[in-house]
């Protein structure tokens, strides 16, 4: 089949804005948050993949963090524990905190890894235990939330190793304390403290949604600078669920990190086109 004309020198700019882009990025870090939403949808899954194999074929070194909050819902379903909630964190006491080890260092964690491999590349499926990548403590707060932690320090020895090493690593976000207690994190936070301690080059948020909408807009903005992010949340336009990915988007850029996206993790192929376009489709949060 040979393309029309047209359609050919569209193509043909379209590659070559990409492979400007690619030379642009090799040997630098992106950091992916992956939201428990889009894994439990499956939407956009198998496109995510191919796009994480692609990138480090390509000489760009990905990181994948990951939640799993869904599944750790249906799991304590299935065991008869009702799941509570407190301003959207997960209350974990003893035995919460084993089935959120269990499904995120565990199930959710070694099925992409294992998706990674049948699409041709190499992931070591971790969990923020290992190698200290995220030392935790308790959350303090007015209710008790049980194991559920902040992040006091992040580690990337393991990380940089596994990448320097030909790996995409894939992080359960799952903390440890100084004693050895583990703690269940915000993955939206602890993408973007991994960011922002890796010096990362992107910091992108896959969820459920195309980007940060403005009051009553039909498409997200484009771009957004991080004053107007905080303001947004100031006046409840930015609430909810999206709080805590625009928290994590500007903890990044404080740390340096030079631009944060939050990009809907459903449509396919979203992270090749929000690295690699100039037009991208969520929105990308600056300095």
């Given at each position: 089949m040979v393309l029309e004309v047209h359609a050919a020198v569209d193509l043909g700019r379209s590659l070559a804005q990409a492979l400007r882009y690619v030379n642009a990025w090799k040997r630098r870090s992106v950091v992916v948050k992956y939201g428990g939403s889009v894994m439990a949808s499956g939407e956009g899954e198998g496109t995510l993949i191919e796009d994480l194999v692609l990138l480090k074929g390509a000489g760009i070194d990905p990181v994948l963090v990951h939640g799993g909050g869904s599944e750790i819902t249906r799991m304590l379903d299935r065991l008869g524990k009702e799941s509570r909630f407190v301003n959207g964190l997960r209350v974990t006491d003893e035995e919460t905190m084993e089935v959120v080890e269990m499904v995120l260092a565990g199930s959710a964690n070694k099925a992409i890894v294992s998706q990674i491999a049948t699409a041709g590349g190499q992931a070591v499926g971790i969990s923020g235990q290992d190698g200290k990548i995220f030392q935790a403590r308790k959350l303090e707060g007015p209710v008790d939330l049980g194991q559920v932690g902040e992040i006091e320090a992040v580690d990337t020895s393991l990380i940089q190793l596994l990448s320097g090493s030909g790996f995409i690593p894939v992080v359960a976000s799952?903390?440890?304390?100084?004693?050895?207690?583990?703690?269940n994190l915000?993955?939206?936070?602890?993408a973007g403290a991994l960011a922002a301690a890796m010096g990362a080059s992107k910091f992108i948020l896959l969820t459920?949604?195309?980007?940060?909408?403005r009051d009553e807009e039909r498409s997200p903005v484009s771009v957004l600078k991080a004053d107007e992010a905080k303001r947004l949340i100031r006046e409840g336009v930015v609430s909810r669920g999206m709080i805590p990915k625009v928290e994590a988007c500007l903890a990044a850029l404080a740390a340096g990190v030079p631009t944060a996206h939050i990009v809907s993790g459903t449509q396919p192929h979203a992270l090749l086109v929000e690295l690699f376009t100039e037009e991208g489709v969520g929105t990308m949060i600056v300095p």
């Open positions: 799952i903390g440890i304390g100084g004693d050895g207690t583990s703690y915000n993955a939206d936070h602890a459920d949604v195309s980007g940060i909408y």
